[in-house]
């Protein structure tokens, strides 16, 4: 009876009353013994049960203001915690079950989500999480992938898991390293692959079967180490809710066991923190990978039944497939990666499939699929339920704040900032977060400009030539003196050209701004504002069959009316609506070819539907709004502009380039009790990149009205300002008198995050 008792105690990871001063046994996964507190491998809960000390979760919330640190602490070390598939909205509807969750987020600083990368599968976003890259530039673009140069698959059970050569990017651990610091690693994707050709100071080598107590056990006998081997940044992995989510569902009794179980732990890790004396020196960031769906064997459409056989083409199940809409309610719709929603970032990899099929929530592409119901991931991102949740807890860290949500490319540089380290480029804003710490470590500046406009003066009101142009309204040419105006329209300052080597000149009118390109033959980018309108009734037409010659560009410097004529597939279209101006004469001002792009004649239905339609409903219920349009050229998909030169490669032997997309920046005041015009509050935005394609099959409803299909199709192709700005070369807001910091995380600001006004 004895050694059965003694038996039972070793395996236990908790006290007891019974344990309470029990002589030590080496066996025991962790001790009650007297001696215990000295030798540093007590229980967690041993204060609490064997001294009467109170929980950690029974505290109420402390000042950390000042950390507290034992002496031999010279830096505040940071904790890394996944709890893998724990949505952000189980911290909504669960709070009551999981007090410690709920008391890390009361107390410290929490968002509402933060949103995940696509895909939102578990190594993608992990590794995103640690290096800042989206997985198109990290490397782990799946948790299955070939690579056609190494000729390989990469899978969570393949020996290929461990070849460094997957694994892109800069991981924190690294980073900590090269900044002298140590890291210690309990589980994380990459953590124990020689990346870069070295590990963590400490690592573990996965292994699922591994207890969630002793790891965070573990992790806790490291926080105690002597100062020479004791790590500064850790991390701590736990597989649930994920597997629970998968098995019973996200919204299920197992779900709500399973997050009980992890609450426990969390328990666990902080009682343990308090019992060393760490709970107000530790910085501690609690986050997951994605969220989870809810998935029925009732919810399958497979792609056979839209493209045929596809025996002969590689086919990856799931929420995820990689092949024109064959019917209008399909639950699959076929990408080639190039034509993927800029948001997504899923495209400049060769290990992304030239095809990709994009799956409605609750639905799977059956594949080779073994098990159907229950939950699953890895859909759209900006899909509530891939959401994953964020808290923080330190004395670097906000109180009692809750925060907007963020997407998780952000979290290197925070844990950088943390850790008082220089972070190496990466895709997250620095500074954007600044927001989340007492005491920010990075001061944003903005970006200097690379190329500044030059002048395009009215010198003369008679064009030296026509271009081929004609407007038979027009009588004279008194109407060019209206021209020659200097400023308006720029609320938030002139967007600055970050393209080396870019000529151009703004030319200011009445109703908007643009800046024209010399070396493309159109305008970068034209800016306007428009105020709450008196009603919604779609524009007047535009002046027919009039079109102009810009008298303030030099006639070799423009492109031709009869070069839009003769164009094949496309035709020209205006960037500012001038329908839009309230006059006629204001009218004629936009009824240049210094305000005229190309444009495929499909495409323009969506262009004049926006201008005409939604843009006056976007300027009713934001109260008015600020709009910058533009083309955009990105013919290697890279999500990054591309230079005249590559612009050359693909579209050679012509002057005037065919945009791949056109962006659209809307800007408002974030009170809508205040115009945008005179907003003396915060900014919210609405951005998107529009794909310029021939055909608009893209949308299953592209054969009825637009009313129907185009603002749906708009919003699907939403993206961040940042996202205009890495594809555009300009950098927006300059001339605004708000901080950078706050202007860095309005550009910021995720998809999943703005939601559409109706």
Not at 253 to 259: N, V
Request: hydrophobic share 30%.
């Amino acid at each position: 009876l004895g050694l059965g008792l003694e038996l039972q105690r070793s395996e236990q990871w908790e006290c007891t009353k019974l344990r309470c001063g029990e002589k030590r046994l080496t066996e025991s996964k962790c001790h009650c013994s007297e001696d215990c507190l000295q030798a540093g491998d007590c229980c967690t809960n041993y204060k609490h049960v064997c001294h009467g000390k109170t929980e950690w979760v029974e505290d109420t919330c402390e000042d950390l203001s000042t950390p507290k640190c034992p002496e031999r602490f010279k830096r505040q070390p940071l904790l890394l915690v996944s709890l893998d598939g724990l949505r952000a909205e189980y911290m909504q509807s669960w709070s009551m079950l999981i007090p410690v969750l709920d008391k890390l987020r009361s107390c410290g600083t929490s968002a509402p989500f933060m949103q995940a990368a696509f895909p939102s599968k578990t190594f993608p976003n992990h590794y995103t999480i640690v290096t800042g890259l989206y997985p198109e530039s990290n490397g782990l673009i799946d948790n299955n992938m070939y690579d056609p140069v190494f000729d390989a698959s990469f899978s969570l059970s393949s020996p290929e898991k461990n070849n460094p050569a997957w694994y892109l990017g800069q991981p924190v651990w690294h980073t900590a390293s090269y900044h002298g610091l140590k890291s210690g690693t309990f589980f994380w994707p990459g953590s124990d692959v020689k990346i870069n050709g070295s590990f963590p100071d400490i690592y573990k080598p996965y292994n699922g079967k591994v207890p969630f107590e002793e790891r965070v056990f573990t992790v806790l006998k490291w926080l105690q180490l002597p100062d020479n081997e004791r790590p500064d940044f850790y991390t701590l992995y736990l597989e649930e809710p994920d597997k629970s989510g998968h098995s019973f569902g996200p919204v299920s009794g197992g779900i709500i066991s399973s997050i009980q179980a992890v609450d426990k732990i969390m328990g666990q890790l902080m009682n343990g923190l308090k019992q060393i004396d760490l709970h107000r020196c530790l910085n501690i960031i609690i986050v997951a990978d994605h969220g989870m769906e809810e998935t029925s064997c009732d919810r399958k459409e497979a792609m056979q039944e839209l493209v045929g056989d596809t025996s002969n083409y590689v086919v990856n199940e799931g929420p995820v497939g990689r092949i024109r809409c064959k019917k209008p309610d399909q639950k699959i719709k076929p990408y080639l990666k190039a034509n993927l929603p800029k948001r997504l970032h899923f495209a400049n990899s060769r290990r992304i499939e030239d095809v990709n099929v994009l799956v409605e929530t609750k639905w799977l592409d059956p594949g080779s699929l073994t098990f159907c119901s229950g939950g699953n991931h890895g859909y759209d991102n900006d899909v509530e339920s891939m959401h994953a949740l964020y808290l923080s807890y330190g004395p670097k860290f906000q109180q009692k704040t809750t925060i907007e949500p963020f997407s998780n490319i952000e979290l290197y540089n925070v844990m950088c900032d943390v850790l008082e380290i220089s972070p190496v480029d990466n895709n997250g804003t620095h500074g954007s977060m600044n927001h989340i710490l007492k005491k920010p470590y990075y001061t944003p500046k903005f970006p200097e400009e690379e190329s500044r406009p030059t002048q395009c003066p009215l010198v003369s009101l008679d064009p030296t030539d026509n271009l081929g142009c004609s407007c038979p309204a027009l009588t004279g040419n008194v109407i060019n003196s209206r021209l020659n105006l200097t400023k308006k329209h720029m609320l938030f300052g002139r967007p600055q050209m970050l393209q080396p080597d870019q000529s151009y000149c703004i030319l200011h009118h009445e109703g908007f701004v643009n800046a024209y390109g010399h070396k493309v033959f159109m305008p970068l980018w034209s800016s306007f504002t428009i105020a709450k309108p008196t009603n919604l009734d779609p524009l007047p037409p535009v002046t027919p069959d009039c079109l102009r010659a810009d008298v303030r560009l030099p006639a070799p410097q423009s492109p031709r009316c009869d070069e839009y004529d003769v164009a094949g597939n496309w035709t020209q279209a205006f960037l500012y609506p001038p329908n839009l101006n309230v006059t006629t004469d204001q009218q004629y001002d936009a009824l240049l070819m210094s305000n005229v792009v190309p444009m495929y004649p499909e495409f323009r239905k969506i262009w004049d539907y926006f201008h005409n339609t939604l843009l006056k409903k976007y300027a009713s219920v934001y109260n008015g709004i600020n709009v910058v349009t533009g083309p955009v050229f990105d013919y290697n998909f890279d999500g990054q502009y591309d230079t005249q030169e590559q612009i050359q490669q693909f579209v050679p032997g012509t002057n005037i380039s065919i945009p791949t997309h056109y962006f659209v920046v809307l800007t408002s005041c974030k009170d809508s009790g205040q115009p945008v015009s005179t907003c003396m509050d915060q900014l919210q935005t609405v951005s998107f990149l529009l794909p310029h394609r021939a055909d608009n099959t893209e949308s299953c409803k592209s054969a009825e009205d637009e009313s129907h299909w185009v603002e749906d199709h708009i919003w699907f192709h939403q993206s961040r300002v940042r996202d205009v700005e890495w594809v555009t070369g300009l950098d927006f807001y300059q001339g605004s008198i708000r901080p950078v910091p706050e202007l860095l995380m309005l550009k910021a600001r995720p998809t999943a995050a703005i939601q559409r006004k109706q």
